[in-house]
Structures are given as structure tokens and as C-alpha cells.
């Protein structure tokens, strides 16, 4: 199957409507400067910082390389990509692919648990290259 962005967000979509919940992807949210050297995150929050949620990882391509769950995206977030300057630093090789961007699925607050099945059935539907690999 395609591993990409608009994939991915569809499949978000028809778990929606299959499961009936409510999960919310942001935007894709670039970990480096733009052209013009401005950090889009720098001095700001985490997108859905303190939220549960899926999130995705994506290439310059904007191909998903990994899917993961957690119960606070500012946490995990922090911990995979910013260093005590503030700017994005990339904390491990271990990645198919350099990440780029990333995309943050807010669970709904009442059923954060949920979480779970949906990076379950992201992962089994996209296959990313980090995740079949076994990061």
C-alpha cells in the first residue's frame, strides 16, 4: 500500500466513521527552518502538547516512515526531536529516512485508550519502513 500523507489522513477518516470516534489530525508540522531560517516551532508548543494521541513521521517526500502512540505528544515530541536550544535535533539514526514533518491525531479526551487501536491500524494499513523494521 502507498505510504503516504493523504493516504494515511483517509485512513484516519474511515476509521472515524467505521469506529465512530472523533481523531483529529493536525497539519503537517515541519521540524526544521524554513528558507528563511524561521523555526515553525520554535517558541511555541508542541501541536496537541499534553494531548494522547497517534502521531506521524514523515520524510521530506512526505511519505509516513513511522507511526507511534503516546499519552503526551509534547513529551514524546521533545523527547525524539528538540535540543536544550530549542531547535530541532534529530536524537537518533535509527531512521529509514530523515524526518521532516509531523502529524499529530489528538485523541478525543474521553477515550484516549483508543489510541492504541488506532496506531494499530495505521501500521497494519501503511506498513511504514520504521515500523515493519522494528524500531
Known amino acids: 500500500m502507498d505510504c503516504n500523507k493523504t493516504t494515511a489522513l483517509e485512513l484516519v477518516k474511515n476509521y472515524n466513521r ?5 481523531f483529529n489530525p493536525t497539519t503537517p508540522y515541519r521540524l526544521f ?4 531560517g524561521v523555526y515553525e ?3 511555541q508548543a508542541w501541536p496537541c502538547n499534553g494531548r494522547a494521541g497517534v502521531y506521524l513521521i514523515l520524510s521530506i517526500d512526505y511519505d509516513v516512515i513511522y507511526v507511534g502512540q503516546t499519552i503526551s505528544f509534547g513529551r514524546r515530541f521533545y523527547g525524539y526531536f528538540k535540543d536544550v536550544n530549542g531547535h530541532c535535533n534529530i ?6 529516512e530523515k524526518p521532516y514533518a509531523i502529524i499529530a491525531i489528538a485523541a478525543p479526551d474521553d477515550r484516549k485508550y483508543e489510541r492504541l487501536s488506532l496506531e494499530e491500524y495505521l501500521i497494519n494499513n501503511l506498513q511504514p519502513n520504521d515500523n515493519v523494521r522494528g524500531r
Open 18 to 22: 467505521k469506529y465512530n470516534t472523533n
Open 33 to 36: 527552518p524554513d528558507e528563511n
Open 41 to 43: 516551532f520554535k517558541d
Open 91 to 96: 536524537r537518533s539514526d535509527n531512521w529509514s
